[in-house]
């Protein structure tokens, strides 16, 4: 049982944390999530510009690059079953261990509580929009992590780092001198909103959701972690199992999720196939309301238009394409061609989205929980399609998030080091100073309630879209000729798999 003097001490650090915070996390959350209002349509349909902002950044590297996100799908197969991997090329990971890291990054809550939001506000034809989104993304996601690989620093002991920040630096100088300065302010912002980003979405949040999911399913307040120290023991367990993996670097990383990843995407999707299996019968009539509601003008919340933004707004927040975060994990591939891992990066909205999103859209849908309306629009809406089927699933789902909250945590303590790095140099300080910085938040966000530090950090992540976005459109022709001439190799042989080389 909680002391007065635990709830006192717990409260007053929650409050004056959160009193700090708040007036600077109520300004800039305000400015990062800038709705324009829409009242026109509806009452209350709002167009968020920051998702603009990564659409629009989607459909025109898609037309750009004329669909390379389509055309790159079945190489990007081929390179992930390592039938162009060369252990001579220099890097520290083998691309499928690269989208593996990236995806661990990506999949998370969105994914469940998200999509349950998306859904409840815009009604089943949101999910349409929200994987026209994700496909528009996967070209993004391309292009920043060709120019991850293209841009990146291999070091004489072989490792690496990479991401936006160097190829706003170095990409932006080649381009024209004159942008060198204007590049290395771009590049010192992205590290500075990563940072952000890192400590609190990428950490904080995770591991506050995977305390709350835990405590959920094992009794609540009157449960084994229901005392007052409770958070904070999890939040410790959880951090020496983020620090045993994050100490030896990005290959320790990758070896986890590569594992990780692939074990965590197929046993949620099978929890969500024994929902749509329970109710095959409604399966159609599913599909058919997805479709025809997106494109209904009676629709869920403000008609085509609101259905559309809660798709696409999903979709943004999921994925991350555009963001930047995953061409820092990819940079580290061992590969001598940038344009590899802009093909396998095109998986990584595929499978986050367009794969993972879509199956808990489905099991929303055909169980009709995003119409109940006692239940709060989120995770409980996802645990209530689960629970229709067997009365435990909810269990499956809470094992669930705190695997997608732990994968999050190791992804996202790479992209903090490589930001920390980039601004106070490559050194073994800087490597352990922020190991320790990022295991000690992992247990303050598991045992307090922090707001406005996560709402602050919320708005660090998507501000990381702008300048990295600034530095795509710029670098555009880069991409071209790197893909293309690829491309080309590929298709006249000068390219071949492992096996056929002599």
Known sequence: ????????????????????????????????????????????????????????????????????????????????????????????????????TAVSGTVGLGNIAGVGVAITLGGPGATFWMIVAGLLGMCTKGVECTLGVKYRNVYPDGRVSGGPMYYLTKGLKEKSPRLGTFGKVLAVLFCIFTLGGAVGGG?????????????????????????????????????????????????????????????????????????????AGQIPAAFGSIITEAFSPEAGYGGIVGVLIQGFRRAAFSNEAGLGSAAIAHSAVKTEHPATEGHVAVLEPFIDTVVICTMTALAIVITGTYLDDASDAGVQTTSAAFETVVSWFPIVLAVAVILFAYSTMLAWSYYGLKAATYLFGESMVVDRTWKLIFCLFVVIGASSTLDAVIGFSDSMIFLMSLPNIIGLYILARVVKREINGYRAQVESGEILPMADRT
């Open 203 to 279: 950490n904080m949040f995770q591991a506050n959701q995977a305390f709350s999911q835990a405590q959920s399913v094992t009794g609540g307040a009157d449960g084994p972690l229901g005392g007052g120290a409770a958070g904070a023991v999890f939040g410790l367990v959880l951090a020496l199992a983020v620090g045993a993996v994050i100490i030896g670097g990005i290959r320790s990383i990758a070896r986890v999720t590569d594992k990780l990843v692939p074990f965590m995407a197929i046993f949620y999707v099978l929890a969500c196939l024994t929902v749509l299996f329970a109710n």
């Open 1 to 100: 049982m909680t002391s007065p003097s635990d709830s006192l001490l717990a409260a007053t650090f929650d409050e004056q944390v959160d009193g700090f915070f708040a007036p600077i996390s109520d300004v800039i959350t305000t400015i990062v999530f800038f709705a324009v209002p829409l009242d026109f349509i509806d009452e209350g349909v709002e167009l968020p510009l920051i998702v603009v902002w990564l659409v629009i950044a989607g459909l025109f590297f898609t037309i750009y690059l004329r669909g390379f996100q389509f055309r790159a799908f079945t190489h990007a197969i081929q390179l992930i079953r390592g039938r162009y991997d060369d252990p001579r090329d220099a890097g520290e990971v083998t691309h499928f261990q690269a989208l593996a």
